[in-house]
């Protein structure tokens, strides 16, 4: 095994890239203990058990380490939602490709790697080129106003209700027998132009009256 100190050092260099990328790529967005708590973990282990299998040449390659380390993945607890578990696989690809990396001392590679890994999740997280929307389901009870004739009636009291401005909504089920239906209401920082109302085909369902 390599000496502790080149160890050690290649682990802090590691671990700045991770903190970097967890505390101002991803926690202001999503300030939860819990998943930094995860992400940080996960960084150093799966970098020292890589580092390991390095050292003792009985790696299958790093590709089919990555590939094992994520069979370890199928949690028995809550689901993970997609933002964190992309999140997830990318710290661990960053702590296998950062280890193989270092440990060879391909340093213009690792430079390159991870800022452009960095770079990219930086403007993602920004949203720059892209214009995301706010979606809410809600249940709405005055029926009555999702008729054709009454969207804007709709609209309007949808924005007064939740107090943003609506920019279009998908009507999905409605329930006759409780005078209810299921809306989903988008929105974004600023209303563009006139807003949109569609069905979703599968969901307008008129539930039986064994509902």
Not at 23 to 37: D, E, G, L, N, T
Not at 98 to 109: A, D, G, K, M
Not at 120 to 137: A, C, N, P, Q, S
Not at 178 to 192: E, I, Q
Request: aromatic fraction near 14%.
């Amino acid at each position: 095994m390599q000496l502790l100190p080149e160890t050690l050092l290649i682990f802090a260099v590691n671990f700045v890239v991770i903190f970097t990328l967890v505390r101002f790529i991803y926690y202001p967005r999503q300030r939860s203990k819990a998943y930094v708590f995860t992400f940080m973990a996960f960084s150093t282990v799966i970098f020292f058990v890589m580092r390991l299998l390095n050292d003792s040449a009985i790696s299958l390659g790093a590709g089919f380490g990555l590939f094992a380390i994520f069979s370890i993945l199928r949690y028995r607890t809550d689901t993970i939602p997609i933002r964190e578990m992309t999140y997830l696989f990318v710290i661990t690809a960053l702590s296998v490709i950062n280890s193989v990396l270092l440990n060879t001392s391909s340093y213009t590679e690792f430079l390159a790697t991870n800022l452009a890994t960095l770079s990219v999740l930086f403007v993602l997280e920004k949203g720059w080129g892209f214009d995301y929307e706010i979606r809410r389901t809600v249940e709405y009870e005055q029926i009555d106003l999702i008729r054709p004739e009454h969207w804007q009636d709709l609209i309007a009291d949808l924005e007064q209700r939740l107090g943003i401005p609506v920019s279009r909504v998908e009507i999905g089920r409605v329930n006759f027998l409780r005078d209810s239906a299921t809306l989903t209401v988008y929105s974004r920082t600023a209303t563009h132009g006139r807003a949109n109302i569609s069905y979703l085909p599968s969901d307008v369902l008129a539930q039986d009256a064994d509902d």
